[in-house]
């Protein structure tokens, strides 16, 4: 899963980030309020880690924004301050849990796996991602564009479901090896390349309006 943390003790973010990707999670850190929300407004996370003292915006407020930008993304805020008060104003601007500073990573990961299970529940009750004329089905298994079935491998299927999870947005191809193939990330470096040739080809090939793009020296991404 894709997961936001906004800390700005650097060490602390640098340890959470290393415990979540030992875990296969794709992890992108942010030190400031400001830069956290315009992250966290891309609404491709399946979760964002919030501490409350942050420069700039604190995260009581960029968890209010969040929420009134209609981003639905669970929030676990990290507080130095176990205060009742601190807690229920975390859970009143929309957060889902919340931590209090020092915790035990081993509390993290429990809390973070708790509200990713979750996430992953409401997701599956969405069982078509569709990005214009092509629909991907996550309960049979099956890719049409427009009428036509296209047949995918399972490794090409989980490539597209990725890019259809995050439609317009770029992905890059350490962001696509995590979440795809997860493992040995070094020896896999034409894997992505070549995998969206074969997507492309099947998805594409024929189409006046092609759906998947290459942005040049980041990655890609399909048209919402
Ligand atoms: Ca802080």
Not at 19 to 26: I, T
Not at 78 to 85: D, S
Not at 104 to 133: F, H, I, P, Q
Not at 161 to 177: A, C, D, F, K, S
Request: with cysteine; net charge negative.
């Amino acid at each position: 899963m894709h997961i936001l943390v906004v800390e700005d003790e650097q060490r602390l973010a640098a340890l959470v980030r290393r415990v979540l990707v030992e875990e296969r999670h794709a992890v992108d850190v942010a030190h400031d309020g400001d830069t956290g929300l315009d992250l966290a407004d891309s609404d491709t996370y399946d979760l964002v880690i919030l501490d409350v003292m942050l420069p700039g915006t604190d995260g009581f407020e960029v968890c209010r924004q969040m929420r009134a930008d209609g981003v639905e993304t669970p929030v676990l805020m990290l507080t130095a301050r176990g205060a009742v008060e601190d807690r229920v104003a975390g859970l009143n601007v929309g957060a889902d849990d919340y931590l209090v500073k020092p915790f035990a990573l081993e509390e993290l990961l429990a809390r973070v796996n708790a509200l990713l299970r979750r996430r992953k529940g409401s997701l599956e009750t969405s069982t078509e991602l569709r990005a214009k004329d092509l629909t991907l089905d996550l309960v049979r298994h099956e890719v049409r564009r427009g009428n036509r079935i296209i047949e995918l491998t399972a490794k090409e299927f989980a490539l597209l479901e990725y890019l259809m999870r995050h439609p317009g947005q770029v992905l890059t191809r350490t962001q696509i090896t995590d979440h795809v193939w997860r493992y040995d990330i070094d020896a896999l470096s034409n894997v992505v390349d070549t995998y969206i040739h074969y997507v492309r080809d099947k998805v594409d090939k024929g189409h006046g309006t092609p759906l998947i793009k290459t942005v040049r020296g980041v990655g890609y991404k399909i048209d919402a």
